[in-house]
Each structure stands twice: as structure tokens, then as C-alpha cells.
């Protein structure tokens, strides 16, 4: 629990305040027993002032006590208000720094970690962690803290009535407390392969939701359904199994406190028996025994709120555990890139048998496009995460303008990439709000010269609200070739140095394939940026400066498009199947119209 304490610490003078008022209006309400006492005093005594005709003194001496009793009851009262407000001021505050702590942290792992796990995971980690322990300090403050303070305000009354008061008082609280926490540790390892359990279930469902178009469309709604029900009835069979656990402990604290009440009435009828104790003090002692048994009774769920607590904040705690993607201590200025190269370059996933690319070697300098090509699996998307950093080498390295990789930070480097995925990635919102997530200052002009480059005319033709038409979640309402144009056109209106299309066309059909080639062209041509292209139809890089083939993650071929056809290797022998044994023939003309 030390990660709660720390999260705490910023608002210890909040929490202090919060303390105090609690203890206040636990003080003022243990109070009214001892008010009540003196009426059933004044109640017994009647006679005295009935009498002597002393009716004036029995309305005075009762109303000075009813007085008391809602001043008293008024002050405990505006005490619990601010207790309250203050209480809220705290977990709100706490909740938030948690939740933004952590989603702050999570987006600084390595890419790798999201590879690994769902992306609804981390998301259930931070919410679980903000509610389990805002509902612990709730508990804490408000019925914990209170019964201490209850059993110190009786401790202090009792012990003047008889010094034996306090310690039946004590050892029966010490006693409960004990046997509450042995039976609550079964209910914790219960707690935690439900926080584990719940946590993998809603990474699932948002897998699963967000795969909806393909669920629904091959029928495997109920498949998905079931599914999905495995794991919320593990989790309800966790939840019954921790629900016995639970009654079980309430009936062993009933049972407990209810023997520990009547032992404490006989205590306190022997002490009236042998006249050390007055008949208002056994009534005021019974109603502390209400006051400070009854929340007694809620220990067992103040305990299972600490261990679902303490589960949230291990998983929380193992999050912030995870080491950030690295960076540089002193990293170096990097200035606009015009050089770009790889260096003996070789890397391995952790699962694999083999590495996804092998000792790559290759430089582009600024106003140049290369392109690499090749058969699945052949190392092309590993590259491509390479480049922008998501994975680093683990023999070789990357220069950028002659920097070595290791000594840049990567943030400041990425700011000048522009990126184009192959499995287009576009946000719930509107056209223009997707284009400016990636230069905010832009201005409306530009985002249309860039929609115009990215040939999205017809797009725009059909927006009903133009820009500020909205697309979605993920460009739902898009075909797969209008995602891939925007995408091409958000990537174009950075203006960035370095231009990388991973597979940018794959979506597109003939016509529009051709008006993003003519465009990728008309940019490179410019030579403002360096521009790499990967790219499965060969038709699309037939321009680059220089292509480079890969296969088994190794570059085997390099050269122009009219240097690898007369290779007649990997190269000639994509283009003849993409391409055909007519178009083949006459490529020599396919090569003049195009160039």
C-alpha cells in the first residue's frame, strides 16, 4: 500500500483536515449517549421536583439538556458536511492523478508491450485501481477511522467509571479484528484472480468490439457471445466463491460481536449490582456499544475493500513497474533529416526462430524515394517499425543526419515523419479533425490542398457538412479506399522530411492506385522530403531511385525497375506475375507512359 500513500502525500494537509472533521463528528455525536443519560437521571429524579412544586426547575434542567443535545447533534452535523466535501476533494483529486499517471506512463512503453497485450487491459487496470481504492479510503474514513475514535472517546468515559471497562472494550475489539483478518486471506487470492480475470475480460470485449464489422458480417455473433460468457462466469464463479467467504465472516463477526455485547451488559449490571455504577451510565454505555459494535460489524467489508484495493494497486504498481521506451539522457539536437541510413541492421522478435531482418545495409539522402519489395514475411513491416523507432536494433545501427539512433530523442524525431499504415488508423470524430490530429496549426486551406493530393475530391463532393462531416470510429463510414486516401492526406499535410507510405495503396482500386501514384511521384519529384515506399504491387514503385528486394529479411536484390527486369531474378519474376506475360512483353512502353 505504499504506491497509495505516495499518491496521498500531495494532499496530506487535505487528508489531515479531512481526519480531523471526521473525529470531531464521531466526538459530538458519542456525546449525545451521555445527554441521554442525564435525561433518564432527570426522569428517575422527577419526584424531587414534583414534590416540592418545582416544575420550573424539572422544564429548565430537561430543556438545558434538549439544548445540549441539538447543539451538540448541529455541530456533528456541519463536521460531517465538510467531511464530506473534503473527502471528495481528496479522491477526485487522487483518482485523477492515478488515472493520468498511469495512462501518461502506459503510452510511454515500448511498442512491444502493446503487442503483447489488449488493448482494453490497461484501461480496466486504471479504472479498477481508481474505484477499488476511493472506495477503501471511504470506508477507512468513514467508518474505520470513526470506530477508533469511538473506542477512544469510550475508553476515556468507561475508565472512569471502572477501570475493568476498557479492557473487555479493547481485547473484544482486538480479538474481532484478528480473527476477521485470518479469514479475510482467503478472500484475498480469491479478489486477485478476479481483478486478473475481469481485467483479461475487458481487454476481450473491446477486441471484440472493435472487430464488430467482421463478427457480424461472417455470422459469429453468438460464437463471440459464448465466448466471451466463459470468462464472466469464471468471474461469477470467483464472485460466489468470495461471497461465501464473505457471509461466512459476517455470521463468525455477528456471532462475535452479539456474545462480546451481552458479556459487556453482565459486566455492566455486576458493576451496578456492587453500586459502582449508576442506572444513566449503564444506558449511556449501552448506546456506546451500538455506536461502536454496529460499524464493527462492517470490518469484514472494510477488509475485503482493502484487499481489492491492495490487488488493484499490485496491478497498478506492475504498470508503473515497466520500463519506458529509452531515451537519451543528453540526447542531440536533431535538425531536419536529409540523410538516413542503416547499418549492418538485424533484428529478432522474442518469439520467433529467426530474425525478421538480417544485417540490412542501405543510406537515402534527401530528394531521393527508395522502395522495398518482396514476398510476405519478408521483413518489409519490420523495417518499417524500425525507422520510426517502435523497434530498435539489436545488432547494427540507425543513423539520422549521421546521429546514431541511441543518442535522439525519438519524439523529436518522429515530429518530422510522415506515415501512411497499411491498416489505415483513423479516430471517431470529423474529416477535419482527423487531418489536423497531426498538425493542429494548420489552416483549412491546407487541409483541402492536402485532401486534393491525396485525390479525396469525390470524398469531399459527398460530405454533407464538408470538413466537419464526421466519419465514425475508426472511418466506419468510409470504404476502405476513402480511409487510405485520408490517410495519405494527413500524412501530406505535416509536411514532413521524411515520407514513408507502408503499403499506402493496397486498399485503393486501378483508377485511384494511378492518381496516388501520379501523386506520390509529383512529391518525390519535388525533392523537399526522403520518401520510402513499401509496397506489395510493384506497379506503384516503379519511379523509386532505387529498390531494393528483400527476402527472409534479407536484401537480395537491388537497383532500378529497369535493372531488377533485366536481372530476371525475385524482382522480374513478382512483376511477371503481378503484371502478366502480355503486359510483360510490352513493358518497355508501360515504362515510357509512365516515366
Known amino acids: 500500500m505504499k504506491i497509495l500513500l505516495q499518491y496521498l502525500k500531495p494532499y496530506k494537509w487535505l487528508v489531515l483536515l479531512t481526519l480531523v472533521l471526521a473525529a470531531f463528528n464521531t466526538g459530538f455525536s458519542m456525546i449525545d449517549p451521555i445527554i441521554f443519560g442525564k435525561m433518564i437521571k432527570v426522569a428517575f429524579n422527577y419526584k424531587q421536583y414534583k414534590d416540592v ?11 438545558w439538556l434538549l439544548l445540549m443535545s441539538i447543539s451538540v447533534a448541529m455541530v456533528s452535523r ?31 512503453l515500448p511498442y512491444h508491450e502493446f503487442e503483447d497485450q489488449r488493448s482494453g487491459e490497461t484501461l480496466s487496470i486504471l479504472q479498477k485501481v481508481e474505484t477499488d481504492t476511493e472506495r477503501f479510503i471511504s470506508n477507512f474514513i468513514n467508518i474505520l477511522f470513526g470506530v477508533i475514535i469511538g473506542i477512544l472517546f469510550v475508553a476515556i468515559y468507561a475508565f472512569n467509571i471502572h477501570w475493568s471497562l476498557p479492557i473487555v472494550y479493547f ?26 480475470q475481469t481485467t483479461s475480460l475487458a481487454g476481450t470485449t473491446t477486441e471484440s468490439l472493435r472487430n464488430i464489422e467482421l463478427i457480424k458480417s461472417l455470422g459469429l455473433t453468438n460464437q463471440e457471445v459464448n465466448r466471451l460468457n466463459k470468462n464472466t462466469y469464471k468471474i461469477l464463479s470467483l464472485e460466489l466463491t468470495k461471497v461465501k467467504r ?34 444513566e451510565e449503564m444506558v449511556t454505555m449501552q448506546f456506546f456499544s451500538f455506536f461502536i459494535f454496529g460499524p464493527l460489524q462492517e470490518i469484514g467489508n472494510i477488509i475485503l475493500s482493502y484487499r481489492e484495493a491492495e490487488a488493484s494497486l499490485n496491478n ?51 530528394g531521393e524515394t527508395i522502395a522495398f519489395v518482396g514476398p510476405s514475411g519478408a521483413g518489409k513491416t519490420t523495417l518499417v ?147 520510402i515506399m513499401i509496397a506489395h504491387r510493384l506497379s506503384t514503385i516503379m519511379h523509386a531511385d532505387r529498390i531494393y528486394v528483400l527476402e527472409k529479411g534479407e536484401i537480395v536484390e537491388t537497383g532500378t525497375h529497369q535493372d531488377l527486369l533485366s536481372e530476371k531474378g525475385l524482382y522480374y519474376a513478382m512483376w511477371r506475375q503481378q503484371i502478366g506475360e502480355r503486359k510483360l512483353v510490352s513493358q518497355p512502353a508501360i515504362t515510357e507512359s509512365i516515366s
Open 316 to 366: 497498478f504498481k506492475t504498470l508503473m513497474q515497466k520500463k519506458p521506451e529509452p531515451r537519451p539522457d543528453h540526447p542531440k539536437p536533431i535538425s531536419a533529416i536529409s540523410h538516413l541510413s542503416f547499418n549492418s541492421v538485424s533484428f529478432k522478435h522474442k518469439t520467433a526462430q529467426q530474425s525478421a531482418i538480417h544485417q540490412i545495409s542501405f543510406e537515402v539522402k534527401k
Open 78 to 108: 456541519i463536521a460531517k458536511a465538510f467531511q464530506d466535501y473534503f473527502f471528495n476533494v481528496v479522491t477526485q483529486k487522487f483518482g485523477a492523478r492515478v488515472f493520468t499517471d498511469g495512462l501518461k506512463h502506459a503510452m510511454k
Open 385 to 531: 517499425k524500425l525507422l520510426v523507432g517502435l523497434y530498435r536494433p539489436q545488432l547494427g545501427h540507425i543513423d539520422y543526419n549521421g546521429i546514431n539512433e541511441d543518442d535522439i530523442d525519438f519524439d523529436e524525431l518522429r515530429t518530422q515523419i510522415g506515415f501512411v499504415t497499411q491498416d489505415t488508423q483513423l479516430f471517431s470524430g470529423t474529416i477535419k479533425e482527423n487531418l489536423l490530429f497531426v498538425n493542429p496549426e494548420a489552416t483549412d486551406d491546407d487541409v483541402l490542398d492536402a485532401l486534393n493530393k491525396a485525390s479525396c475530391n469525390n470524398l469531399l463532393s459527398r460530405a454533407e457538412k464538408g470538413l466537419d462531416t464526421m466519419i465514425g470510429e475508426g472511418g466506419l463510414k468510409l470504404s476502405g479506399g476513402e480511409k487510405q486516401r485520408l490517410s495519405i492526406a494527413r500524412s501530406l499535410l505535416r509536411q514532413p522530411d521524411l515520407l514513408i507510405f507502408d503499403e499506402a495503396t493496397s486498399a485503393l482500386d486501378s483508377l485511384t492506385e494511378e492518381e496516388i501514384t501520379r501523386t506520390i511521384r509529383n512529391i518525390s519529384a519535388i525533392g523537399d522530403q526522403i520518401t
Open 53 to 63: 412544586g418545582n416544575y420550573s426547575g424539572f422544564v429548565r434542567a430537561v430543556g
Open 171 to 196: 481485547g473484544g475489539i482486538i480479538l474481532l479484528t484478528f480473527i476477521t483478518n485470518l479469514l479475510s486471506k482467503r478472500i484475498k487470492v480469491i479478489q486477485k484472480n478476479i481483478v486478473a
Open 246 to 279: 464473505i457471509r461466512s465472516l459476517s455470521f463468525v463477526q455477528g456471532t462475535f460481536v452479539n456474545t462480546l455485547r451481552q458479556v459487556i451488559l453482565f459486566l455492566l449490571m455486576w458493576l451496578i449490582y456492587q453500586e459502582k455504577m449508576k442506572p
